[in-house]
């Protein structure tokens, strides 16, 4: 059954907004990119890897975005008859749901870091000197924060490796094929939308607070 009108038509505007977002997302990307040469040697690393994450955040959207595009077209029954198109409607707004309270949470240890810091050279002095002392409560915490992450990416990169090996398991299985790519397609939209919610923005946050905290180290010296 075919898309009426309409919602062709809105689909197709839906679609629009989107790649313009993400064009303009581009140039931002290529303009970081370009930067990197005119930064100075100790930064440019730290700048490169600014443009890697923008790039790979980029290239996610565009999957999501096409993602959405396809199922779009099919549009009324079709789409719920799309196996794939179906199960990245369940799945999907899981992932959002998993992303987003995992975000919460790491933003409410980073608002309680910088709340229970203090001044800055007092935030500075603690940080350098408890670098050689062991602070098991405070690595607890960043192992737990780092196992929070990985659980939320753990079902859709289970998803992508099982598709690709059903897919890749020789001699190709007419009945496991199918079904390995509509798990791996399935499975890379989860990966998506977690990195472009959740793991982007996180490590972008970090490498900025710690970029914060060497370049205030450097001028202390």
Wanted: charged share 20%; glycine share 8%.
């Amino acid at each position: 059954m075919a898309a009426p009108p309409r919602a062709r038509r809105l689909a197709a505007r839906a679609i629009a907004i989107l790649h313009a977002a993400l064009r303009r997302v581009s140039r931002r990307v290529a303009t970081a990119a370009a930067a990197v040469a005119a930064v100075p040697p100790p930064r440019r690393r730290e700048a490169a890897l600014y443009a890697l994450l923008g790039a790979l955040w980029v290239t996610s959207a565009l999957y999501i975005a096409n993602a959405v595009a396809r199922c779009a077209r099919l549009g009324g029954a079709s789409l719920l008859v799309d196996d794939r198109c179906r199960l990245s409607l369940e799945y999907a707004p899981a992932i959002v749901l998993a992303s987003l309270l995992a975000r919460s949470v790491l933003r409410r240890h980073e608002t309680k870091e910088e709340l229970g810091g203090g001044g800055g050279g007092d935030v500075l002095a603690k940080k350098l000197s408890s670098s050689a002392e062991p602070h098991r409560p405070q690595l607890d915490e960043e192992a737990g924060l780092q196992m929070l992450l990985v659980f939320v990416f753990t079902p859709s990169l289970g998803l992508t490796l099982f598709g690709s090996v059903l897919m890749l398991l020789p001699p190709p299985d007419p009945a496991l094929v199918p079904l390995g790519s509509i798990m791996a397609n399935v499975g890379l939209l989860g990966v998506s939308i977690t990195l472009c919610i959740l793991g982007i923005p996180y490590t972008m946050r970090r490498l900025r607070k710690a970029l914060s905290v060497k370049v205030r180290g450097i001028g202390m010296v």
